[in-house]
């Protein structure tokens, strides 16, 4: 089966279809997280990004068009058969759509982070604390043994326990799957979402020991 890879006629057929002002409609912003977990190369992306969002036009001339690439048809339909092989994308009748895997990372991506206020991101939802990077890392690790309304529920209660951001653990503590924190009892919750001062005294112990935990662990 033909990969996809770059070959010096691309831009000359680009410059000799589209002539001298050359204009390109789109970008393509790359995870590179998941460009390696799926073991897939910079280009493959591009094209996976292309399918997804060409839905009613995954011809040559689009793709040159909106990423500035050329492939004659048949051979993109080959690249695109080829991540279809791989179940990361899915043929639908004569369409590309993404696949299991593709969606897999990027279900999770936006339960981490999401703005809208009628679903909010996990990050959202745990006021920002911390490192977002480390956060995400170990909201990933996460999802691996728990499942999404346990982990945000949980994450729910816990926050309106606090009626002071300050004592609300790092998301990269909160969600280490060593300790399993969504799991913790709410310590000491008033009917308005306060703890008195020896509950957040603990809690703050607690978060400290943790965290001086997370930093001699290695595994997310």
């Not at 990361?88 to 339960?111: C, M, P, Q, S």
Request: a neutral charge; glycine letters at 6%.
């Amino acid at each position: 089966m033909t990969r996809f890879s770059l070959k010096q006629s691309y831009m000359e057929t680009f410059i000799t279809e589209k002539g001298s002002a050359i204009k390109v409609k789109g970008s393509t912003i790359i995870d590179h997280r998941i460009q390696a977990k799926l073991g897939i190369s910079l280009l493959e992306y591009v094209l996976i990004d292309f399918a997804i969002n060409n839905l009613d036009n995954q011809t040559s001339s689009r793709l040159l068009d909106t990423k500035g690439l050329y492939l004659p048809q048949g051979e993109l339909e080959l690249n695109l058969e080829h991540l279809v092989d791989q179940n990361i994308l899915v043929l639908d009748g004569h369409i590309y759509k993404a696949g299991k895997r593709w969606n897999e990372h990027f279900a999770n991506e936006t339960d981490f982070d999401c703005k809208d206020p009628n679903n909010p991101g996990f990050w959202q939802i745990m006021k920002q604390r911390g490192n977002k990077e480390k956060g995400r890392q170990a909201y990933m690790n996460a999802r691996k043994v728990v499942d999404k309304e346990t982990l945000h529920s949980a994450a729910i209660r816990y926050v309106a326990s606090k009626d002071d951001p300050a004592f609300i653990m790092h998301v990269s503590t909160y969600c280490n799957p060593k300790y399993r924190h969504w799991e913790d009892q709410i310590i000491n919750p008033t009917k308005h979402g306060k703890q008195d001062t020896a509950g957040k005294i603990n809690e703050l112990a607690r978060e400290i020991v943790s965290r001086r935990q997370d930093s001699k662990d290695d595994d997310f």
